[in-house]
């Protein structure tokens, strides 16, 4: 994209509190979050192929991490982030050890049986999380002295996370490192012949991809000041992956516009309709049998065709 | 005493059902290619449909039989018609079991709400059966006896008759089994009707120890999952002795450390990811 668009974006951006009512700002506020958290997760799906369902796992554990800290220990905001932060990294290097035993379908296994773990973790362990309950009572942060409890405040700030997170995941996709995970994703062997390390360098990206997982936690429990077991549940990876899938798998706008409709969806039908999981299923097969690329992908294609056919009419 | 003997007999009967379940799930896995998320899903529909069957034939085995027929009949129609469009699109067909296991949980909840409902055990099984002082939940030892029964007619089933050895080509070697004039995509069929109906009557039977609740599929999935890990994929043995060494855990881990239970199922699955990643038994790698 040119420069000149991606002002007008950023501008539109900022210049939605000014405009409009609090229930949309805080639903573009929650879209930002959804976007990182399916950001992160594109990184493994689109451009390492490797599927994971079990992408929650980051942003719950950061999410209960810091707002057990927080309510239990009494540690501070800024205490909290770094270590929640630190610790879900930490776990999902782990977590990398285990899951890339496998590559494609055993990985996926593998992600999925470890979130579900977790998950069943939540409710049980009522002594730690609280179980169905939740956690509850999380408040936000007030970095340099500036409250998050307004809607514009808050949308700011996960604003200015987001647009940090996406161009910092951009940057990792373009650089050097980036290309060889592309290869170790289309060509895992000639990589290896090359000399590249496959086993590391998706392992990095998985710890990678969890960390920015858990910054989308943090910016979860920060909004809801509450966190329940279902943000770790299946249905919870599920929507992110079908973002990235819906919105196009390795690109980087497509995760964007995939969450931003998952997101839009869940809103609305579930204002009208309590079968708002019935409808995710629906929008899975959907999206698998007739849009298997993804709207990004899509439209290019449609772009070029349709750019070709215009060209070749005014020759 | 009484304590120890219980809870062994709680877990040799989860055990067998999750036989019920990771056989059929395994299987699909090693023929296919695919793990077959919406398994959880038909055990909780085979449990469900088991209930509205004993309103009207009030007998389990019964219901057991009708119900694994119906699941199977649906997981046939799964196969044919969704899967078969993706054939290829191993992602693909992943994703579309996970969206129509979605659909499953949301047809039950408003089908048959959002209350546990409990499926009684045989009036004739109630009884506990004494034996030396010591008191057996009837009901758990014929669990015990239709998991080892079933495990003995599909390890016959694999190994004695046509149907199996094609299976077990199948899951060795797909192409060549194709090239030798193996109907593998018919197999693909018949693989997904037997493990669905085996889901669906285990769903029923299994009825009376776990009864039927919203949030059974998404629990028993990821059981079924680490059993195949554990045990390898498409192999019956390692289903098998996967769905004791897991019953066993969780059983044990849910009556001695309830919080920790599900952490606890995590570790023989690090162990053989660790050390055996094809899993105890399994011959594919994943």
Redesign the interface.
């Known amino acids: 994209m040119r420069p000149a668009a991606w002002g007008v974006i950023a501008t539109v951006l900022a210049g939605i509190p000014l405009i409009a009512g609090d229930y949309y700002v805080n639903f573009t506020s929650q879209i930002f979050i959804a976007a990182i958290f399916a950001a992160s997760l594109n990184l493994l799906v689109g451009y390492g192929g490797l599927?994971s369902?079990g992408h929650a796992s980051y942003l719950g554990v950061a999410a209960y991490l810091s707002a057990w800290l927080y309510l239990k220990l009494g540690l501070a905001h800024w205490m909290t982030a770094p270590i929640a932060l630190a610790a879900t990294t930490l776990m999902a290097g782990l977590f990398g050890l285990?899951a890339l035993?496998?590559t494609?379908?055993?990985f996926?296994?593998?992600t999925?049986?470890?979130s579900?773990?977790?998950w069943?973790?939540a409710y049980?362990?009522?002594?730690?999380t609280e179980g169905d309950n939740g956690l509850r009572g999380m408040t936000r942060p007030a970095p340099f002295g500036v409250s998050l409890e307004n809607p514009a405040a808050f949308y700011y700030f996960a604003l200015a996370i987001t647009l940090l997170a996406l161009w910092l995941m951009a940057k990792f996709v373009g650089s050097a490192f980036g290309a060889t995970l592309r290869g170790t994703r289309d060509e895992a062997r000639r990589m290896s012949a090359l000399g590249h390390d496959v086993w590391l360098v998706r392992w990095i990206t998985f710890v990678y991809s969890g960390f920015w997982g858990a910054v989308s936690g943090l910016l979860f429990v920060y909004y809801h000041k509450y966190i329940h077991p279902a943000s770790l549940?299946?249905?919870s990876s599920?929507e992110a992956?079908?973002g990235v899938?819906a919105g196009g798998s390795g690109t980087l706008a497509g995760p964007l516009i995939g969450s931003a409709i998952v997101m839009i969806l869940k809103n609305y039908v579930s204002s009208y309709i309590e079968?708002w999981?019935?409808l995710?299923?629906?929008?899975?097969?959907g999206i698998?049998?007739f849009m298997?690329d993804g709207l990004v992908p899509g439209i290019r294609r449609f772009r070029t065709r349709w750019w070709a056919r215009w060209k070749a009419r005014r020759s | 005493m009484q304590f120890w003997i219980i809870q062994t007999l709680n877990s040799l009967a989860l055990g067998g059902l999750l036989f019920l379940l990771s056989a059929g799930f395994s299987l699909i896995f090693g023929l296919m290619r695919i793990a077959n998320l919406t398994h959880g899903a038909l055990f909780m529909l085979g449990a469900y449909v088991g209930v509205t069957i004993l309103r009207v034939v009030p007998d389990l085995w019964l219901a057991a039989l009708l119900g694994g027929l119906l699941v199977a009949a649906f997981g046939g129609l799964l196969e044919r018609f969704i899967l078969r469009a993706l054939a290829g699109n191993a992602l693909g067909q992943v994703l579309v079991t996970l969206g129509v296991a979605f659909i499953i949980a949301d047809f039950c909840l408003i089908v048959w709400g959002g209350d546990p409902i409990p499926v009684p055990t045989p009036e004739y099984l109630r009884r506990p059966l004494i034996v030396a002082g010591v008191a057996f939940p009837t009901y758990r030892l014929v669990v015990i006896g239709i998991a080892i029964v079933t495990a003995i007619v599909l390890h016959l089933l694999m190994e004695r008759t046509r149907l199996g050895a094609m299976i077990r080509a199948g899951v060795d070697d797909m192409q060549m089994a194709r090239a030798v004039g193996i109907p593998v995509s018919r197999l693909f069929t018949i693989v997904f009707c037997l493990g669905s109906a085996l889901a669906g009557a285990g769903g029923i039977i299994g009825g009376p120890i776990l009864s039927a609740y919203p949030g059974l599929d998404f629990e028993m999935l990821p059981l079924a999952l680490i059993i195949v890990i554990l045990g390898g994929v498409g192999s019956l043995v390692g289903a098998f002795v996967g769905s004791f060494i897991i019953g066993f855990i969780y059983t044990f881990g849910s009556a001695l450390l309830p919080d920790l239970a599900y952490v606890i199922l995590f570790l023989p699955m690090i162990f053989v990811i660790a050390f055996r990643p094809r899993g105890l038994f399994g011959r594919l790698g994943t």
């Open positions: 599927p369902l285990i035993r496998a494609g379908l055993g996926l296994m593998l999925l049986a470890l579900q773990v977790l069943g973790t049980r362990w009522v002594s730690v549940s299946l249905t599920a992956l079908i899938i079968r999981n019935m995710l299923g629906f929008v899975f097969i698998v049998i298997p």
